[in-house]
């Protein structure tokens, strides 16, 4: 059965960092892309970033880029989303998803080609 669990979340004041994880379980993590998502309230959810499945073709949302990183641990089954310089605006719920097999060498954003998802770990960045 495949899980994703997210951790990490927190409140943080701007300027500041946090580290998500994405525990993953259930399935060979090195044969698929991971993505991270977020949301607000009354948003669509949007792509935050993507590491393809070796770890060559990666993704960032402009809003983030120089600012987030994203890693992978196939061996410990981990992703792991590296957030720094954070603003009130990366505020949200951060879900980590897996990518459909086929798009496993190719990152993007849309949220169709995910086909599972954690739970959601929250972020607010906040004074």
């Known amino acids: 059965q495949v899980h994703l669990v997210e951790s990490g979340g927190g409140l943080v004041q701007p300027g500041g960092s946090l580290r998500l994880s994405c525990a993953a379980s259930?399935?060979?993590?090195?044969?698929?892309?991971i993505g991270w998502f977020r949301q607000t309230p009354g948003k669509e959810r949007e792509g935050v970033s993507c590491?393809?499945?070796?770890?060559?073709?990666?993704y960032f949302l402009d809003s983030v880029k120089g600012r987030f990183t994203i890693s992978r641990d196939n061996a410990g089954n981990t992703v792991t989303l590296q957030m720094n310089s954070l603003k009130p605006e990366d505020t949200a719920v951060y879900y980590c998803?897996?990518?459909?097999?086929?798009?496993?060498?190719?990152?993007?954003?849309?949220?169709?080609?995910?086909?599972?998802w954690g739970q959601g770990t929250e972020v607010t960045v906040s004074s």
């Open positions: 998803a897996r990518r459909l097999s086929q798009w496993r060498d190719v990152c993007g954003h849309v949220a169709a080609r995910y086909d599972y």
């Open positions: 259930g399935f060979t993590l090195d044969n698929y892309a």
């Open positions: 590491i393809s499945s070796k770890g060559i073709s990666v």
